[in-house]
């Protein structure tokens, strides 16, 4: 009954990557967002989980004001999904045209030069349009990606990144010294990391509660060298726009003592971007540890 249930899910995304990029554009999204209302007022699992997450991120807001705000939050979410079927008949002149930078200099002077540089992000905005963008400009991105059931699905994903420019690597034991050799040649390395539920992510306070963050950019940071920046990644009206900060690596203390305090920057910095764009951050899952929490050893 499961192995069925993951092959009509799967079959549904890729008959939907075909369809959706047959539709005009405007109609395309206008369905997207109709489906987004629709999740919304059936109010599943993920949907609660959402704006439980949008309330801890927003607790002075009104019971009305948090009904909008999930709105606005599905929307994006639905926009996301719209994109990402879409995304393939792109122009780059349409891709470029439509991303807007802060501190962009932190990303591009690295890339330029070849010296390898780490960004973490979380969950926000559309993180594929951002890497894009960057492979366009030169960059040779790596990133990592849990492997998905079926594989049919996964492997869809693959070369929907592949054909964006992006090597994807599978997460697995040997996935950080291969994205150190990455560094050391100069590569760009991409991490979604604000959710990581399993016995080695790092305890961070973040909006006023305890969330678990990985390690995986702290660690890579200390062995290599290589300069560590945050990016949010919210949507403008005709694209995205991306803000990238630097995180300080500390000098003195233990090597535990160090990852917490970076894993805690990168903390601190995504709540500063999710507190300025809510609706943008796609965190449809668990990220704090409290009420019924169970700790898994294979969650990410």
Request: a positive charge.
């Amino acid at each position: 009954m499961k192995e069925l249930k993951e092959s009509l899910v799967a079959a549904g995304y890729l008959s939907a990557w075909k369809i959706v990029r047959w539709l005009p554009e405007k109609q395309a999204y206008s369905l997207f967002y109709f489906m987004g209302r629709k999740l919304e007022q059936r109010q599943g699992k993920s949907v609660k989980r959402l704006r439980s997450n949008l309330r801890q991120v927003q607790p002075e807001i009104s019971e009305r004001e948090l009904d909008e705000l999930l709105s606005k939050a599905m929307r994006s979410y639905l926009r996301y999904w719209c994109d990402t079927f879409r995304f393939p008949d792109w122009s780059t002149g349409r891709i470029e045209s439509t991303v807007e930078l802060t501190n962009g200099h932190l990303l591009l002077e690295p890339v330029k030069a070849r010296t390898g540089v780490i960004v973490a992000l979380p969950h926000a905005g559309n993180w594929d349009h951002a890497g894009a963008y960057f492979c366009g400009k030169g960059a040779k991105l790596v990133t990592v990606a849990e492997r998905l059931k079926p594989e049919t699905l996964f492997n869809r994903f693959l070369q929907y990144r592949e054909a964006i420019g992006m090597e994807v690597l599978a997460l697995d034991g040997r996935v950080i010294a291969t994205l150190a050799q990455r560094l050391r040649h100069g590569g760009l390395v991409a991490l979604v990391a604000d959710r990581d539920l399993s016995r080695t992510g790092i305890s961070v306070s973040f909006f006023d509660g305890i969330a678990r963050m990985p390690a995986g950019p702290a660690l890579l940071a200390l062995n290599t060298g290589a300069p560590l920046l945050t990016a949010y990644v919210s949507y403008r009206e005709k694209g995205i726009h991306i803000e990238f900060r630097n995180v300080d690596i500390p000098t003195s203390g233990s090597q535990q003592e160090k990852v917490l305090k970076i894993v805690q920057k990168c903390a601190d910095n995504f709540a500063d971007g999710i507190s300025k764009h809510p609706e943008d951050w796609h965190m449809m899952q668990r990220i704090w540890i409290d009420a019924d929490f169970k700790e898994r050893s294979d969650a990410k």
